[in-house]
């Protein structure tokens, strides 16, 4: 009851986030965002001392989740309803649903190696997916800067490709980190019972965390330019991954590596196929430019 209760603040907090973050307001931004994390942590601790059970820090997390909400409503001038919310709402829902195929993207190689590969494999392979959940996280800060400018075309044409060399900048420095590191890469995190099945290949996977946030970068680069076709290739590629590990399943030929593999071929399709539709983007739009100022 209490989790559903912390449900409907999130979203709406994630609403002012995206408020502040459009206006590139991203001092008040970080306020909110560390706001959020201190009302929902000492909601949950607080109702943990006072209640002593599960059920009771839940009902503070969802206390200190909707305060947060609160915060982020202050923090953006109070808002209130408007009218004619259609369009927004149609764009908000195509953006979900690319956003929700990237969720799925991202985790889909745990949820598999989970369901098709033996225990002990799949429990090193949860362990060196923290490898790709670092390189996709780190470089977040590039998305939420750029963000609001991506949805200019000029901006784009100028940002993008810098943003792209930035982030995959640091997934390679992340990925060489991991393979200078070899074979104690693995114990290094999940600790000395992990490692025998991958050995020194665990730079894998932060090269795969990488193409995620690559391929994260692209897509809200398709979002913001109205790109149908950005969302239509998030889902092929999933269905590709899927389709493909368990084709191998069948046949018994998965391996941690096999299942790591078959995620990255799918990532450099996506992200291949998103650079080829930012370049026809920014030839096109650059055109648009030409012809605009030709005529002015």
Same mark, same amino acid.
């Given at each position: 009851m209490a989790?559903?209760?912390a449900g409907p603040p999130h979203p709406r907090r994630?609403?002012?986030d995206g408020l502040l973050q459009g206006n590139r307001r991203y001092g008040r931004l970080a306020l909110v965002n560390t706001t959020f994390g201190l009302l929902k942590s000492g909601g949950g601790i607080a109702? @943990? !001392?006072?209640?002593?059970?599960p059920e009771a820090a839940l009902v503070g997390m969802a206390i200190g989740c909707a305060c947060s909400a609160v915060v982020g409503w202050s923090f953006n001038g109070r808002p209130g309803f408007t009218r004619g919310i259609r369009r927004h709402v149609v764009s908000a829902a195509k953006a979900s649903g690319a956003l929700l195929g990237l969720v799925l993207m991202v985790n889909l190689d745990l949820l598999l190696a989970r369901h098709h590969l033996p225990a002990?494999?799949?429990g090193e392979y949860a362990v060196a997916s923290i490898f790709a959940k670092v390189a996709f996280w780190l470089p977040q800060g590039v998305s939420v800067v750029l963000l609001p400018r991506l949805a200019h075309?000029?901006?784009r044409r100028r940002l993008l490709p810098v943003a792209a060399t930035l982030v995959a900048l640091v997934g390679a @420095? !992340?990925?060489a980190a991991t393979a200078v590191l070899g074979a104690r890469a693995l114990p290094l995190v999940g600790g000395a019972e992990y490692g025998d099945a991958l050995g020194g290949a665990t730079w894998v996977f932060a090269m795969l965390g990488t193409l995620f946030a690559l391929a994260q970068l692209?897509?809200?680069s398709g979002i913001a330019a109205s790109d149908r076709v950005a969302a239509v290739a998030v889902w092929c590629a999933v269905a590709l991954e899927a389709a493909a590990v368990e084709v191998l399943a069948a046949r018994e030929g998965l391996t941690v590596l096999t299942v790591a593999g078959i995620a990255v071929g799918a990532s450099v399709l996506l992200v291949s196929t998103g650079l080829l539709r930012l370049w026809r983007t920014h030839a096109r739009e650059g055109l648009e430019l030409r012809n605009a100022a030709a005529t002015a």
């Open positions: 989790d559903r209760g994630g609403g002012y109702g @943990l !001392l006072i209640g002593g059970t002990s494999l799949a075309a000029r901006g @420095l !992340l990925t692209l897509l809200y």
